[in-house]
């Protein structure tokens, strides 16, 4: 009862204090594997439409702790197929065909990639869902090195479930009615540049951190404030025999808090299975592992062991991930492109 009461009220107070320092957006520990969720600059990167679907329950055995859903698609507008011939052992294997030693890379031509992402993100008694429409365009600054920039737009809403809250204070007047709603514009934006062997991404979200709403329901001073959220993320990969090998890093920053580096490896084998790890400074070790399937599906899952102070209480972190390649006319088994 203690815990739960603590729980809500901590939730209460983050709602209420919205534009205090710290993270606000979920944590994914499989955003290599859809850079979509932190940079909105990779939409329209392949040459067929990428759909997919991730579920996160994080902090097992914690009442309240954050549950998230989301589903991404994307696609190029414009991208011509012949730029999409192979250009070595990795990336260009097809579930029909054997790797062609002899293909070389074309250069990628101007094109344009469009998309969508829904979130819903559950934390206690507050409930965070957003709609963003994307749009990016690419161009090749030289015969083997490209460039994208991005932008997602749209509607992030927060409700707060106050009918089944248990506050220190009942008379309070953040507690009037069912339920409290705020809807907030959101914006992001980025730019990513990469090469077949290479990658840097520079992005930016939740850059609208506007105090007004567009509808209050009750006459409050809760503020709503969205707290900027940087990302700059690097990888290199390299093959090693029948392996490619990935290591990258990402450092990201919530506005005034102190940034966080996340260190990454992933090994892939045969272009069908990979493994990975994860780690994130003072946060959690993940472990990671994916299965392309086949030209149209594949998936993964990560499991986070925690190393803060949550993990006296928790038994870590799932995340399970799916993806089906859709008009996927060369039949390419991994992408060439996302990592």
Known sequence: MKKSLVLVSLTLFWMASFSAAGQQMPQFSQYMTNSLVINPAVVGIENYMDVRSSFRKQWI????????????????????????????????????????????FHRVNPHHGVGAMVQVDQAGLLRTSSVN?????????TKSINLSTGISAGVLKNSFNTNRARAINPSDAALLGDQ????????????????????????GAQLLNSKSDFKTPLDLSISARLIPHYFVTAGYRFSVHDLMI??????????????AIDLNVKAMYDERVWIGASYRDKDAVSFLFGLYVSHVLDFGYSYDLTTSGQSENSAGSHEFMVGFKLNNKLKVLCPRWIW
């Open 133 to 141: 429409l994307m749009y990016a365009f690419h161009i090749p600054l």
């Open 61 to 104: 055995g914690i009442e309240g702790a954050p549950t998230t859903f989301y589903t991404s698609a994307h696609a190029s507008i414009g991208k011509n197929d012949r730029n999409a011939q192979g250009r070595g052992k990795f990336q260009y294997r097809t579930s029909k065909s054997h790797v062609n030693r002899n293909n070389k």
């Open 180 to 203: 409290v709603n705020l809807t907030k514009a959101d914006v992001s934006v980025g730019t990513w540049l990469y090469t077949p062997k290479a990658f840097l991404g520079i992005s």
């Open 246 to 259: 990935t290591p990258s890093v990402l450092y990201k920053k919530a506005g005034p808090s102190p940034g």
